[in-house]
């Protein structure tokens, strides 16, 4: 393979697996559509599925998606995008499916291949390409999750590097396409402020907190195979972690901030029961597709240590779930009290909280810190405030547009690598199986009254609000 043309050639066509799904029909055309409007799509998108539609069942499709997303407002850019596609129907693990779209991609000679399906699929799919010859010079799309332990991602690794080099292969995480997430790596390497501060000794603890007021919506079956634990933290919270916990890169490129978000994953803990939290909400079990004694976890919280020069001895807790009370996520940094009570009211009493950082990720977008001021008066008493820093902006593109875009034009800097995926699959491994039972909470709750415990010595959970105003 050449591995230099494949770096530096865009993609000049688009396959899309399991087109006719449902991630197609919410996240992927959407998407499309709004790559055509901002001229950042304008080669072939081929999809492939099992079901023996025709073309024009697909274009109806993607048009119906579109209108359900009510981003609909420039019909050129949707006929353009549906003049665009082509369909290819068969068996992924049928050779004659492969020949199929050998042969719709006519002169393609750099596709990029998206294997939106499920991750039982991946490998064969991987192996079909390679055997086909559609791996040459190509580029893979890998939805998570990338494996469902470590030996699974491994094995899945295995095959993928077996017919793709590592930069053409991308394993998605849409959580890094956020804006939010983004503005973390950008706040704590464009700011000096914080660097004298970021470390153990400095920072008391770390809450990251990403729940969701809605349940599994009829998605039962696949949570029955995933569970919060492998659908949540072990990607979404863990990257975050990632970027709060990195050293600054050592040059300015994303191969190094790479490097130190792998050395993070690879400084972690591995986690033991006794650090997880696990609970199910009242009412799962009837869920379609949920077994009738199921013990899958639709909430996870743990606490989590990463050992390393920086961080030695700080605790991170996390903590995520369906049916809370909000729809909301939230960072917050704690720092230590003054090592000194010059005034009675200068370090937290009563469960109060030192100065912290708060960055609040959805459903909008803020940055505030937390600081002690005085009240008018005679008395050397105060109040904690919190001073905005970054309130909600426009987001041009959604997290699937950019990093499709991304990924066609070769840019891995918001994908996972290998051996960061293979890091964070450790620190969770010993708790997949070896856990204690999940416990039942209510919807509309915060979760299990057994999470409260685990981060009693640090003080309680960080609760996000409904809105982005600062807090008093």
């Known amino acids: ?190 700011n000096s402020f914080l660097e004298p501060i970021w470390n153990r000794n400095c920072v008391a603890s770390v809450q990251i907190t990403l729940a969701e007021d809605f349940g599994v919506k009829g998605r039962g079956a696949f949570y029955e195979s995933a569970g919060c634990l492998r659908d949540v933290i072990q990607n979404h919270l863990f990257q975050i972690v990632a970027l709060l916990a990195m050293e600054p890169p050592a040059y300015q490129g994303f191969a190094a901030v790479h490097n130190e978000k792998a050395k993070v994953f690879q400084a972690m803990r591995p986690l033991h029961p006794d650090d997880v939290v696990r609970g199910q909400y009242e009412g799962y079990q009837k869920e379609p597709g949920v077994t009738k004694d199921s013990d899958v976890e639709t909430f996870c919280a743990l606490r989590l240590f990463i050992d390393s020069w920086r961080w030695e001895g700080v605790p991170w807790y996390l ?66 405030r919190e001073l905005y820093l970054l309130d909600e902006q426009p987001v041009e593109e959604t997290p699937y547009e950019l990093l499709l875009a991304d990924a066609m034009s070769g840019d891995g800097a918001l994908f996972t690598r290998e051996d960061a995926v293979e890091a964070a699959w450790a620190v969770v491994d010993p708790v997949l199986d070896s856990h204690r039972r999940a416990h039942s909470y209510k919807p509309g709750s915060w979760g299990p009254e057994q999470a409260d415990a685990l981060i009693t010595a640090d003080g309680s959970w960080h609760n996000p609000r409904i809105t982005d105003a600062p807090s008093d």
């Open 319 to 384: 903590r995520s779930g369906k049916c809370l009370a909000a729809t909301a996520a939230e960072v917050l940094v704690e720092l230590k009290p003054p090592p000194q009570r010059l005034f009675d009211d200068s370090r937290p009493l009563d469960g109060g909280r030192a100065n912290y950082l708060r960055f609040r990720l959805s459903p909008n977008s803020a940055v505030a810190l937390a600081a002690r001021v005085k009240r008018v008066g005679k008395e050397f008493v105060g109040d904690q």
């Open 1 to 190: 393979m050449d591995n230099n043309y494949n770096r530096t050639m865009p993609a000049d066509a688009l396959v899309i697996f399991g087109v006719t799904g449902d991630l197609a029909y919410k996240k992927i055309f959407p998407a499309l559509y709004a790559m055509v409007k901002h001229g950042t799509l304008n080669v072939p998108v081929v999809g492939i599925a099992a079901p023996n539609w025709s073309l024009a069942q697909l274009r109806k499709q993607a048009e119906d998606s579109i209108k359900h997303s009510g981003l609909l407002d420039d019909r050129n850019a949707l006929d353009q995008l549906l003049s665009l596609l082509q369909y290819v129907s068969g068996d992924y693990n049928d050779p004659c499916t492969f020949a199929a779209l050998k042969q719709a991609l006519g002169d393609a000679q750099c596709p990029t291949h998206y294997l939106a399906i499920p991750p039982v699929l991946f490998a064969n799919v991987i192996k079909g390409l390679g055997a086909s010859g559609l791996s040459a010079h190509a580029r893979v799309i890998v939805e998570k999750p990338f494996g469902r332990d470590l030996a699974s991602a491994q094995e899945l690794n295995r095959i993928a590097l077996s017919v793709f080099a590592e930069d053409s292969i991308f394993r998605i995480d849409h959580f890094l396409g956020k804006e939010a997430i983004m503005n973390i790596l950008y706040f704590r390497f464009a």
